[in-house]
């Protein structure tokens, strides 16, 4: 694929190669070893934008950056009132993020059901009202969208079309409808067509597990750069691959180093339990894949673990 530094509003990214948002994985551990990967920006988990403005607790662990990552991380928020999306934008929490996503794709029902996420695919005009007012905040807007909420919908065109003209920088387009959640080949010509309606960038996400499918999706859809998520938890290093870099680690320094911070941040016992959902992408192709990940889902201690992963990846 063709690596490139990209513009986003008046944010300079180093590659268009990002690494999405996924809840109960992104945290500032696993973004912090991404972007020494190589990712040009990593995600935040979707936050709840009331929760921003009532200073709800969990919120700030769900943005808390490693170091410096804050300059090379979106924080992606979610919610369905223009009002709290912009108080949640210009947030003491958000301060130090000038890239705000706003979450348009969300297809769990608790999301879905209170108007928020991929809800307002199916109102417009609300989607319109929250993208102006967090554009108001003066940071830089990004958008995530889906190609509709039932199969047969085609509506990316449209919505990255009204998200350029309500102020968004980037639109990002998981090739997806909310009825397909994850599975299935991606809408290809729907993320086509948005790319077509805008000016702005348009970053092609869903189903990118191999260096061909990265290039497969940009080929089809002709789109700014891609957004990998799965593909980057069972392979983390198909960014060192996409970049044609050698990784600064391997992966079991990547797995360990990630359980690290984790620890740190969290303290061992959530840590340990935490790292358990990660064992199915990352002992995948392990020689005893089975045996790896029901040691680690009993494993109580980071040294435990720790062997486990020197063992088998
Ligand atoms: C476990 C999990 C959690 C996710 N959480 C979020 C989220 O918080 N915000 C968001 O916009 N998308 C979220 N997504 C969607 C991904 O960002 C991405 O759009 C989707 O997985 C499609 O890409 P893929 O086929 O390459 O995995 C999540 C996906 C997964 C699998």
Redesign the pocket.
Known sequence: MKVSPLKIGNSEVRNNIFL???????DGALRSLFLKLGAGLC?T??VSAKGLVYGGKGSEELLRCEGNDVSRTAA?I?GGDPYFMRKAAESESLKDFSVI?I?M??PVPKVYKNGEGSALLADINKAKKIIKECAASGKTITV?IRTGLKYGDDIAAEFAKMAEDAGASLV?V?G?VREAY?SGE?DYAAVERAVAAVKIPVIA?????TVSDADKMLDRTGAAGI?????ALRNPFLFSELLNTEPSMSFSEFAINQLKLSVAEKGEIRAVKEFRKFAPYYFRGAKNSGAARLAVSSAATFLEIERIIRENL
């Open positions: 999405a948002p996924m809840a109960g994985y992104t995600f988990e979707l992606q979610f996503d979450n794709g969300c995530k990002t998981h997806r994850y991606p996400n869903g189903g990118i597990f957004m990998l998520a799965r593909g």
